[in-house]
């Protein structure tokens, strides 16, 4: 008979040797090849070639938001003539907050499972040699106790950046998180606080990641007031955001979309900026439908739009002529607590009609919310009812991942269904 | 010690009649019985040390900088309160006293973090993480210990062996009831809990050693509730009254210290009555301060939930009127 205790030793095992592997592979490939090695599961479509990047110096420094933070207190004639920037991917762009912060802040520490040799998907990669390894260090497996020492450690004031290995792994924290971190400061009556926590975590699908390794999980979090959660889209919005959550004075999990640590490649401002928390950002323009998500689904979401203005030939019947030149205006509401509503609710009165695409499931989703919401402040300006593309209510099947997610086929059949309701 | 012990009791006496009076709501762990630790402990530490504990926090509150009216009034939710009446028992917090914790056995591993910046900071301080032996039991304890010794922090856990967590003994629910021996390389000690010479100088001894560097130490003090676990227990139904009466006249902390008080000729009957009256005047006296406090403000239900400044645009209440804008 196997004991409890084995079973869980053999768990963490697996666990290991899976993130081992993928660092192990990640490492071969870089050095034996010279063209950039595709991204685990391969790109999804659209993500590089997508116009929602910004590939060049000149796009990344007009990045809507940016606020400079420089120690010269932002020299006018910096605005814009002096920046330089750097093509980086997601985990570089990562990589490059945490480095600042370290920079920065003294108090500024760096822990969770496997961070100090780079953790899995490169993030810390080189932060242990550059700042020692008494402030970048590497954790038990205990997702818990990563939590509750965070919290310990902002409790007296210090910056204490935390690492989930992956999102489905913070539900053994989640304790800490909730009833913990979020109330910390109010039922100490403001006089502690955990402001200083922000806990990084790889979220959404990677294409072949099954029930542990692909979850959204940041509906879960919606209803502890006291957290933010933040989801960014590409390598400029990671940065940004995550050097204002990491300063933001309220404890923040920051929800790193996986596959797009490799496939999303920006040109990023190398100095130190932060993007707005709490503000979602109109990408494109529109005034006939408001589609709304964030993480990976933009992506998918701008496909669909390409879609619906040209139709490929199998789907071209399914798209009637005048829906066509229809404006679909694509925001990426960034902050999912607390979320964006003024944003939100000012593109909907305009347009009449909302799609909100998520990974996560539909029961109780973040949807749900945001649906509930609108449907409230705006019901009689709703030309049709606020439709949700989510995953399905089951388990994420590993054989049924790219059927699990909602993809550009599914979410350009809801903006035909809704425009047409 | 003596007058402390005797203050902490009253104090939890006091909040045993308004809790019955119907003036403290929700939930109230009382630690009669317990006070030699507390006490102990705080004499043999600075206020330089942290402490952290769970529910059972009210001594440490008041001994760590707090004060008796301050936990009275967070007990009857006004605004005397040490959490402002937001928190209520469980919740109360001093600048060197990072909270009672309602959650069994989370605050261990947020110990382990406190003692982390201790030591990051260099300073030769100790944090004590206390906890039960009905939170001994929980994963995230052992997490915390892993942890501990691992980067070798200044960190004390102490194991208040009260011999129940809640309704079950320990007997019955731990298949190591030696809580001292449970830290697997971090060694242990055991200590009478009801003696506070005993209680005072293990927590020297503990301070000491990790503070030298040698890493975190256990510390086990066997004591022992009068009450129930909470205030909804009686405390009778898993253990006998004979048991408890028999642990009353043998083994209270307080009859003990006056034992030794009067054997050593340190002070009379007479001058110990004196402070016995003193102490009960001290807590009416806060009582009475802390029923005068009015309760929170309407506008309080919004604070303290995001930083100031960085709040959402507005949050809900029940109704459509009672969404509150920042």
């Known amino acids: 008979m196997i004991s409890p205790h084995s079973l869980a030793a053999t768990h963490a095992a697996k666990r290991r040797i899976s993130a081992h592997t993928r660092v192990l592979c990640g490492a071969r490939r870089a050095e034996s090849t010279k063209a950039e090695p595709p991204p685990a599961g391969g790109h999804l479509p659209g993500i590089a070639t997508s116009k929602l990047l910004r590939t060049t110096r000149d796009a990344a420094l007009r990045t809507p938001g940016i606020s400079w933070k420089d120690d010269d207190g932002g020299a006018p004639t910096r605005e814009f003539g002096g920046r330089e920037t750097r093509k980086m991917n997601v985990y570089q762009a990562v990589r490059d907050a945490m480095s600042i912060a370290l920079m920065?802040?003294?108090?500024?520490?760096?822990?969770?499972?496997?961070?100090a040799f780079g953790g899995v998907f490169r993030c810390t990669m080189g932060l242990a040699e550059e700042f020692g390894r008494e402030r970048v260090f590497n954790t038990p497996l205990s997702e818990q106790g990563i939590a509750g020492f965070g919290i310990g450690l902002a409790a007296m004031g210090?910056?204490?950046?935390?690492?989930?290995?992956?999102?489905?792994?913070?539900?053994?924290?989640?304790?800490?998180?909730?009833?913990?971190?979020?109330?910390?400061?109010?039922?100490?009556?403001?006089?502690?606080?955990?402001?200083?926590?922000?806990?990084?975590?790889?979220?959404?699908?990677?294409?072949?990641?099954?029930?542990?390794?692909?979850?959204?999980?940041?509906?879960?979090?919606?209803?502890?007031?006291?957290?933010?959660?933040?989801?960014?889209?590409?390598?400029?919005?990671?940065?940004?955001?995550?050097?204002?959550?990491?300063?933001?004075?309220?404890?923040?999990?920051?929800?790193?979309?996986?596959?797009?640590y490799?496939?999303?490649?920006?040109?990023?401002?190398?100095?130190?900026?932060?993007?707005?928390?709490?503000?979602?950002?109109?990408?494109?323009?529109?005034?006939?439908?408001?589609?709304?998500?964030?993480?990976?689904?933009?992506?998918?979401?701008?496909?669909?739009?390409?879609?619906?203005?040209?139709?490929?030939?199998?789907?071209a019947p399914h798209v009637p002529s005048a829906l066509r030149t229809a404006k679909i205006e694509?925001?990426?509401?960034?902050?999912?607590?607390?979320?964006?509503?003024?944003?939100?609710?000012?593109?909907?009165?305009?347009?009449?009609?909302?799609?909100?695409?998520?990974?996560?499931?539909?029961?109780?989703?973040?949807?749900?919310?945001?649906?509930?919401?609108?449907?409230?402040?705006?019901?009689?300006?709703?030309?049709?009812?606020?439709?949700?593309?989510?995953?399905?209510?089951t388990p994420v099947g590993l054989q049924y991942e790219k059927f699990y997610m909602p993809d550009a086929v599914r979410i350009l059949d809801s903006i035909v269904e809704t425009l047409t309701y | 010690m003596y007058r402390e012990m005797n203050t902490m009791r009253r104090m939890e006496q006091a909040a045993d009649a308004l809790y019955k009076a119907?003036?403290?709501?929700?939930f109230c762990h009382l630690a009669i019985g317990q006070e030699a630790v507390a006490v102990g402990l705080e004499h043999s530490i600075t206020k330089e040390d942290l402490v952290i504990t769970a529910y059972r926090c009210h001594p440490f509150a008041v001994l760590r900088g707090g004060s008796i009216k301050g936990v009275?009034?967070?007990?009857?939710?006004?605004?005397?309160?040490?959490?402002?009446?937001?928190?209520?028992?469980?919740?109360?917090?001093?600048?060197?006293?990072?909270?009672?914790?309602?959650?069994?056995?989370?605050?261990?591993?947020?110990?382990?973090?406190?003692?982390?910046?201790?030591?990051?900071?260099?300073?030769?301080?100790?944090?004590?993480?206390m906890y039960g032996d009905g939170a001994s039991n929980q994963g995230q304890v052992f997490e915390a210990f892993n942890m501990a010794k691992l980067w070798n922090l200044p960190c004390v856990f102490v194991c208040e062996n009260n011999k129940y967590g809640m309704g079950t003994s320990?007997?019955?629910?731990?298949?190591?009831?030696?809580?001292?021996?449970?830290?697997?390389?971090?060694?242990?000690?055991?200590?009478?809990?009801?003696?506070?010479?005993?209680?005072?100088?293990?927590?020297?001894?503990?301070?000491?050693?990790?503070?030298?560097?040698?890493?975190?130490?256990?510390?086990?003090?066997?004591?022992?509730?009068?009450?129930?676990?909470?205030?909804?227990?009686?405390?009778?139904?898993?253990?006998?009254?004979?048991?408890?009466?028999?642990?009353?006249?043998?083994?209270?902390?307080?009859?003990?210290?006056?034992?030794?008080?009067?054997?050593?000729?340190?002070?009379?009957?007479?001058?110990?009555?004196?402070?016995?009256?003193?102490?009960?005047?001290?807590?009416?006296?806060?009582?009475?301060?802390?029923?005068?406090?009015?309760?929170?403000?309407?506008?309080?239900?919004?604070?303290?939930?995001y930083y100031k400044g960085t709040e959402p645009p507005f949050m809900r209440g029940r109704e459509r009127e009672e969404i509150h804008h920042y």
């Open chain 2, 170 to 305: 320990a007997e019955r629910s731990s298949s190591n009831t030696e809580y001292y021996t449970r830290g697997d390389k971090i060694p242990g000690i055991q200590a009478n809990g009801m003696d506070i010479i005993a209680t005072a100088q293990a927590v020297k001894y503990a301070r000491e050693w990790v503070i030298a560097g040698k890493g975190p130490l256990l510390l086990e003090f066997v004591t022992y509730r009068y009450g129930g676990h909470s205030m909804s227990d009686p405390g009778t139904t898993y253990r006998t009254r004979e048991e408890i009466q028999r642990m009353r006249s043998t083994q209270d902390p307080i009859r003990g210290l006056q034992r030794y008080i009067e054997e050593w000729g340190v002070a009379t009957e007479e001058e110990l009555k004196k402070i016995d009256k003193e102490a009960k005047a001290t807590v009416d006296k806060a009582v009475e301060e802390a029923k005068a406090s009015p309760e929170p403000l309407l506008e309080d239900l919004w604070t303290d939930i």
């Open chain 1, 104 to 115: 920065k802040d003294e108090t500024a520490v760096v822990f969770g499972e496997d961070v």
């Open chain 1, 330 to 393: 694509l925001i990426d509401l960034r902050t999912i607590l607390p979320w964006d509503v003024e944003t939100v609710m000012e593109s909907v009165h305009r347009t009449g009609r909302l799609v909100i695409v998520h990974e996560a499931s539909r029961t109780a989703g973040v949807g749900a919310e945001i649906a509930a919401e609108v449907q409230k402040k705006a019901f009689l300006k709703l030309n049709a009812p606020v439709r949700r593309v989510t995953g399905w209510d």
């Open chain 2, 72 to 129: 009275i009034g967070e007990l009857l939710g006004r605004q005397i309160g040490m959490s402002h009446g937001k928190g209520g028992s469980m919740h109360i917090f001093t600048h060197r006293f990072f909270g009672g914790n309602g959650i069994v056995g989370a605050q261990v591993p947020v110990g382990a973090g406190i003692a982390f910046a201790q030591k990051y900071l260099e300073k030769p301080t100790a944090t004590f993480a």
């Open chain 1, 262 to 315: 490799r496939s999303a490649i920006e040109q990023v401002p190398i100095d130190d900026f932060e993007l707005p928390l709490g503000r979602a950002e109109t990408m494109v323009p529109g005034s006939d439908l408001t589609l709304l998500t964030w993480g990976t689904p933009v992506y998918h979401c701008e496909t669909a739009l390409s879609m619906l203005a040209n139709p490929p030939a199998q789907l």
């Open chain 1, 158 to 260: 210090h910056t204490a950046i935390a690492e989930i290995q992956f999102a489905d792994y913070i539900f053994p924290a989640f304790d800490q998180l909730v009833n913990e971190a979020a109330k910390y400061r109010y039922r100490s009556g403001g006089q502690f606080n955990v402001g200083g926590l922000t806990v990084r975590t790889p979220t959404m699908s990677v294409g072949h990641g099954g029930l542990y390794h692909s979850q959204s999980p940041e509906g879960f979090f919606m209803g502890a007031a006291g957290l933010k959660v933040v989801i960014p889209r590409s390598p400029i919005q990671a940065k940004g955001l995550l050097l204002s959550s990491i300063r933001d004075p309220n404890p923040v999990i920051f929800m790193e979309p996986k596959i797009l």
């Open chain 2, 22 to 26: 119907k003036l403290i709501r929700g």
